[in-house]
């Protein structure tokens, strides 16, 4: 298991389009993943979980990835978290 630590920079958090994203992401992924703030945690496989975790801007998170190639995967994971998403893309 290799474990990383993330900082959402997106202005509105993570919200409907972000975590659609982070979520095909999570799905594309053979292993297992785990995404803990300090609201809760999920396994990055439903949306409606990750919105649940009202994950602010500059909310701290643990992310923890088991499987291939999981440290490039988990480090995948923190650069999307801390994207700074703009919708509809500029």
């Known amino acids: ?3 990383a630590k993330a900082v959402v920079q997106n202005e509105a958090g993570i919200h409907c389009r972000p975590s659609a994203i982070l979520v095909k992401e999570g799905l594309s992924y053979s292993g297992k993943i785990l995404v803990t703030a300090e609201s809760g945690t999920c396994d990055l496989t439903s949306a409606l979980e990750l919105i649940m975790l009202g994950l602010e801007p ?3 998170l643990k992310i923890q990835v ?6 490039e995967y988990c480090k995948k994971l923190v650069a ?4 700074h ?4 893309p500029q």
């Open 1 to 3: 298991m290799f474990e």
């Open 58 to 60: 500059g909310a701290k």
């Open 66 to 71: 088991s499987g291939p190639g999981e440290e």
């Open 80 to 83: 999307l978290f801390e994207t």
């Open 85 to 88: 998403f703009d919708f509809p």
